[in-house]
């Protein structure tokens, strides 16, 4: 009897054991979906302009200033188109209630001294010839606007505005042939208007180009 008490309790030992409950092995922790990151879109960085560069007319976001005091200078001895470009700048600054002076010294330098002791709001230079003193007289004077028309500095600072248009739109380099200065009587007003919006739209030191 003892034998079989014995052999009772270690049945009941071995079933117990075998309904005790098993301890689940823990699923392995998965890594979290990682989405690979779509190539993003660059962001647009603006382009630093540096002196010189050619914008469009739609650059030039402002309005033309009313009121402002314009120095003109002008060779001593105008070819047709500097008198049509001349005149078409007068009844532009006109429409503008601008305040004018014109100055034809036979000496260019000369010119534009006596426009700098005007102190005006801008000091306009009409067309190719007079390029060397304002050259030199805008890179002497940068605290002062320049606004060149139908023409291009070879290295403007970045107090110069320069308008050109088709058949005045070279970038004067002093050589031995004249620079082109055609279009005048088209062109010579709008560029006026444009190039003084184009300093209200803060665009000093570059060139806008007219179609």
Not at 94 to 119: I, M, N
Request: aromatic letters at 2%.
């Amino acid at each position: 009897m003892k034998s079989s008490a014995s052999a009772l309790a270690l049945l009941l030992v071995v079933v117990l054991t075998g309904c005790s409950p098993v301890a689940e092995a823990s699923p392995s922790s998965s890594m979290a979906p990682t989405s690979t990151p779509s190539a993003s879109a660059e962001a647009s960085t603006p382009v630093e302009l540096v002196p010189g560069s050619t914008l469009d007319r739609s650059a030039v976001t402002a309005a033309v200033p009313v009121g402002e005091t314009i120095s003109i200078v002008v060779p001593s001895a105008p070819g047709e188109e500097e008198r049509l470009a001349l005149a078409a700048v007068q009844d532009e600054a006109a429409r503008h209630r601008a305040t004018v002076q014109v100055h034809a010294d036979t000496d260019p330098v000369a010119s534009v001294t006596t426009a700098l002791a005007d102190r005006p709001d801008v000091i306009v230079a009409i067309g190719p010839a007079l390029i060397g003193a304002i050259d030199q007289a805008s890179a002497a004077n940068l605290d002062v606007s320049f606004l060149v028309l139908g023409t291009q500095l070879a290295e403007p600072t970045g107090n110069v505005i320069a308008v050109t248009w088709p058949g005045a739109e070279e970038r004067a380099v002093f050589a031995d042939a004249p620079a082109s200065f055609t279009g005048a009587a088209t062109y010579a007003g709008e560029a006026l208007g444009v190039g003084l919006a184009a300093f209200a739209s803060g665009l000093d030191g570059h060139v806008i180009a007219l179609d």
